[in-house]
């Protein structure tokens, strides 16, 4: 009697244990994407208001190029969601390590993408000597300039048209984090390698 006491107890504590194990893994799937679905709709949401800024940029400097304060005030706009979309892939980077996924890479690749090009736009001094200027360094946007505006436009088009569901318009809510890195992986590898190594001391 008291040997089945003991089995029954001993398969209800198994069971116990069977069930907070599944409910943890079943916890950790949803909060997973639902961290998931956060990043991936803000990650949109930043390429779309890049996107118009460069937009809105190109346009200006083709149709009204002395009107400079206009595409001065944009370019800053520019620059900060640039900055913004850097600094979120590091915190975004942050909120999925705890799940110990394969994920990371493409945040982390994006990150130091975005960074190359925002030295590139804001200038760079190493031992000082310049690298690049600053595009607004004389006040103004020449014409390879923009051309390297409307390269950074046509690339970051292409990632947003990606997160787009062409039934609803809206953010595609079957992409998942895995999917990042072919989505990223155009931006990050070749079209940085050509950017960074081609020479930029006009710019």
């Known amino acids: 009697m008291f040997q089945s006491k003991k089995k029954g107890v001993i398969v209800l504590v198994l069971l116990c244990l069977f069930s907070f194990y599944i409910g943890g893994i079943y916890k950790d799937h949803v909060y ?24 809105y940029i190109i346009k200006k400097t ?10 001065n005030h944009t370019y800053k706009d520019l620059i900060k969601e640039l900055n913004e979309l850097e600094s979120n892939m590091f915190l975004f980077r942050r909120l999925m390590t705890k799940y110990d996924k394969d994920d990371l890479v493409a945040l982390s690749d994006m990150e130091f993408a975005v960074h190359d090009v925002l030295l590139i736009l804001q200038g760079v001094t190493t031992n000082g000597k310049t690298i690049s200027h600053d595009f607004l360094e004389d006040d103004m946007l ?4 923009v051309d390297f505006l409307i390269k950074i436009k046509d690339e970051l088009i292409a990632i947003e048209d990606k997160f787009i569901d062409d039934e609803t318009g809206q953010t595609d809510k079957t992409i998942t984090m895995a999917q990042l890195k072919h989505i990223f992986e155009p931006f990050t590898g070749d079209f ?3 950017i960074i190594y081609e020479s930029i001391n006009n710019w």
């Open 62 to 71: 083709a149709v009204d190029p002395k009107n400079k304060k206009a595409i």
């Open 192 to 194: 940085i390698d050509s």
């Open 142 to 145: 020449t014409k390879e300039e």
């Open 32 to 55: 997973y994407k639902k961290d998931s679905q956060y990043v991936i709709n803000d990650l949109r949401s930043s390429f779309n208001r890049i996107n118009d800024d460069l937009d």
